[in-house]
Structure formats: C-alpha cells, structure tokens
C-alpha cells in the first residue's frame, strides 16, 4: 500500500516513515509538514492512505480530511494523536476518518490499523474510543449561541441585543463557558468549542 505521512515534527515524520518502509506491505510514497502540503502531495500522488497528525501548520487533519471528502478523493485518512477529545472524533467521523490513532502507539500495532484501513475496516485506538463514548459537550444549547456570536466578533451588548438577553446576562454565559472550557478567555473558550466540534 502507499502512504503519506503529514506530521508538523521533523524528527518524528522522519522516524515513523523509516520505521513503515521497515514493512514489505508499505512504502511512504511522500511527507508533509503541514496540512496544505499533505492535500497537494495527496491530489498528486494519489495513495491509498495518509496517515495525519490533527494539530499541524496552515490546515489541520481533519481540515485536510474534510477537503479530501468533498473533493471525492478515494485517500483513506488515519489520524494520529495525542489528543482525546471527544469532538475531534466526532468530526473525524463526519470527514470520513477510517482511523483514529494514539502518535505513542507501538509500530506493528499502527502497520497493523493501516493494514486494516486498507482492508476497507476503521481502526480506532481502544484508550481513545474509550474516552470518545464518555466525553460529551459540557455546553448549554444558550451558552453555545453566545460563543457562536462571539466568534462573530460581537461584543456582548449586541449578542444581548440579537438573543433578546441583557448584557450581564450574556457575561454570565461567557463567563460560565469560559469556566467549563477551562479556558483563559473568551477567544480561548471558542477555540477548543471549535476543535471538539461542540459548536456545529
């Protein structure tokens, strides 16, 4: 099968891919270094699979997961992470994701889960999946319209003003979701709503 490798950290793209090409049934046909990069070598090469990390320069894994799946590209996608949150799977899910990968997981066991992609199955790494079906969205269906129009860019009088709510009370939203988000600020709070998909 052909691979691409997508993986913003030199030295581990380069250690994985050696490893890969280490298996008779494998060979890393290309390596990105960014999402971008990924999407151009996989419209050119046209590989089986490409294998992604999720946080990478200019396009993430899944941006680049849902671009392929709405080009049609027949590219198996598996994601690689150190992340466990619940939302990314979920959009993986949506972007077609064939597999959902631990970057600490054992070599023979990742050959095994491409080995398996390949073979028309999902692979999903049994300590994500299970902190997959346990995370759920900690907001509010309110609390998630205030973070929408916040990402608008609107300040909290005119998100008062368009959910029919006083200015304290839209304070109160944002300060609870910033609280339950565990976030710094209100910017913060939106992106990870945006990276675990809780704001669709």
Not at 20 to 28: P, T
Not at 129 to 144: G, I, V
């Amino acid at each position: 099968m052909r691979v691409i490798l997508a993986e913003d950290q030199g030295m581990l793209r380069g250690a994985l891919s050696a490893l890969l090409d280490l298996e008779d049934d494998i060979e890393v046909v290309g390596q990105a270094e960014n999402g971008e990069q990924a999407l151009h070598l996989i419209r050119t090469l046209q590989p089986d699979l490409c294998v992604m990390d999720i946080e990478m320069p200019l396009m993430s894994g899944l941006d680049v997961a849902e671009q392929l799946k709405a080009d049609g590209n027949p590219c198996r996608v598996v994601i690689l992470t150190t992340f466990s949150r619940a939302g990314y799977f979920q959009r993986a899910v949506k972007a077609g994701v064939k597999g959902f990968l631990l970057k600490d997981s054992p070599i023979d066991e990742l050959a095994a889960s491409l080995r398996s992609v390949f073979a028309g199955k999902r692979a999903i790494s049994p300590e994500l999946a299970l902190s997959f079906y346990n995370s759920e969205n900690p907001l509010t269906e309110r609390e998630k319209e205030v973070l929408k129009l916040a990402r608008e860019g609107l300040p909290a009088g005119e998100i008062a003003g368009r959910l029919y709510l006083s200015a304290g009370t839209v304070r109160n939203y944002l300060s609870e979701a910033i609280q339950k988000l565990e976030a710094k600020n209100r910017i913060d709070a939106i992106g990870i709503a945006e990276r675990n998909g809780w704001l669709d």
